[in-house]
């Protein structure tokens, strides 16, 4: 019985599923606001961005309301290559819980133009506000195709490369290693030079100075015997036996 009233119940959720999807957006209510109401609004919004001279768009660009100035700025992004203003396209409107997003469509010579605004509702003031508006160019579906796939080239090729790169500097690390060893070899291998070692001086000074004392000790003897001073004598040579 469970299953049944669960498998029933399920029905119903999408039955009542279906039956938004098909309602007519004309019939929705919008926080006390009309589908004219939203498409008047983008349609003469999207007219005074097309009307507007160079001197109002300068002003728009400064002011501090960033919605009014984020759909100024990207409106002269896109549309100054886009040739003349045409008219006016295809209006929707979109409304997903307290969100609501219209689109209109804006028709020029080369590419067409996409006008998006959105409303939130505040549920303390009571009021629809403003949150965002922006222009974007509208592609077809085999641009974006395109498009989706050179980002999805360009990204798997981003990695390949970096990953090719990594392979070759993890490949030459052995030819960095071995390079080091065959250099820790070589000096290993060559023989240390040994400074020469400075032959000892011979001992010139500690001999005239035993000579010297030797004939002091002499004169003072031949003096002492002789009994005159020990300075009129003069030691000529010295023989050693």
Request: proline share 3%; net charge negative; with cysteine.
């Amino acid at each position: 019985m469970k299953k049944k009233l669960s498998l029933f119940l399920c029905l119903v959720f999408m039955v009542f599923g279906l039956a938004a999807c098909g309602t007519d957006p004309k019939d929705v209510e919008y926080y006390g606001m009309k589908y004219e109401d939203f498409e008047n609004y983008a349609q003469q919004n999207v007219e005074a961005l097309a009307g507007m001279t160079d001197e109002q768009k300068a002003y728009y660009e400064t002011i501090d309301d960033d919605v009014i100035k984020n759909l100024v700025v990207t409106w002269n992004a896109v549309a100054g290559e886009q040739g003349q203003y045409q008219g006016l396209g295809e209006f929707t409107i979109t409304k997903a819980q307290d969100t609501i997003t219209l689109e209109q469509i804006a028709l020029m010579e080369e590419r067409d133009i996409c006008v998006t605004f959105v409303f939130k509702y505040n549920f303390a003031a009571e009021q629809l506000q403003p949150t965002d508006a922006n222009a974007d160019l509208i592609y077809t579906m085999g641009e974006k195709m395109s498009k989706a796939g050179m980002n999805t080239l360009l990204g798997m090729g981003t990695v390949f490369t970096v990953l090719i790169l990594i392979s070759l500097i993890i490949y030459c690390f052995r030819f960095i290693g071995s390079a080091q060893q065959k250099s820790a070899a070589a000096k290993e291998s060559v023989p240390e030079k040994k400074e020469p070692v400075a032959a000892p001086q011979p001992a010139v000074e500690e001999a005239l100075t035993d000579d010297l004392e030797l004939a002091a000790v002499i004169a003072a003897a031949v003096a002492a015997s002789e009994g005159v001073p020990a300075d009129g004598f003069v030691v000529r040579s010295i023989r050693r036996r």
